[in-house]
T-cell receptor, first 113, second 113 residues
């Protein structure tokens, strides 16, 4: 079946602009995760969804970052007023509830100029 | 908090050499342990996992054993191939709550023919 998909695959934006990153999890996966992969910080957890609720937002680096999930499926990560330090690859993963195995999407590479 | 420390890279080996990538962890409770691999231009893929002490995970000729006494999960392969060139990430997740992954910094492996 189809894997986790993310769009866009690449995004270049100017400092101060808002961006939206989209994640389509594997059908039937109730858990959804966002991670960030950057040169300086490695792979970091951002936020976790179970269904449409986000019981763990502890990794969001600032209040410029927010995420939502609708219909227990698609999720959008929004970064407001982007800064150069937001440049990174943003990864989405999904899993069945209670499963330890997460399946990752190909990522969105964000470059803030 | 929970953390994972990986052998620093990059690592360069000749084809058919023996590979070890060290990984140690710090965690409260009893985590599950994972090795993920990122091939050039591709997303993160689960390579193998182990969920309790003394379990051995294996896949594609790679092995890792969950050692609780040394808090380690070293990745090994007896004879590497050029196609094993990739970045390898050790990770843990705890069974409680979000089951989010905590990653090591990654080890870039290059295999020369």
């Amino acid at each position: 079946g189809a894997g986790v998909s993310q769009s866009p695959s690449n995004k270049v934006t100017e400092k101060g602009k808002d961006v939206e990153l989209r994640c389509d999890p594997i059908s039937g996966h109730t858990a959804l995760y966002w991670y960030r992969q950057s040169l300086g910080q490695g792979l970091e957890f951002l936020i976790y969804f179970q269904g449409n609720s986000a019981p763990d937002k502890s990794g969001l680096p600032s209040d410029r970052f927010s995420a939502e999930r609708t219909g227990g499926s698609v999720s959008t990560l929004t970064i407001q007023r982007t800064q150069q330090e937001d440049s990174a690859v943003y990864l989405c993963a999904s899993s069945y509830r209670g499963s330890e195995t997460q399946y990752f999407g190909p990522g969105t590479r964000l470059l803030v100029l | 908090g929970d953390s994972v420390t990986q052998m620093e890279g990059p690592v360069t080996l000749s084809e058919e050499a023996f590979l070890t990538i060290n990984c140690t962890y710090t965690a409260t409770g009893y985590p599950s342990l994972f090795w993920y691999v990122q091939y050039p231009g591709e997303g993160l893929q689960l390579l193998l996992k182990a969920t309790k002490a003394d379990d051995k995970g294996s896949n594609k000729g790679f092995e890792a054993t969950y050692r609780k006494e040394t808090t380690s999960f070293h990745l090994e392969k007896g004879s590497v191939q050029v196609s094993d060139s990739a970045v390898y990430f050790c990770a843990l997740s705890t069974l409680q709550g979000a089951q989010k992954l905590v990653f090591g910094q990654g080890t870039r492996l290059t295999i020369n023919p």
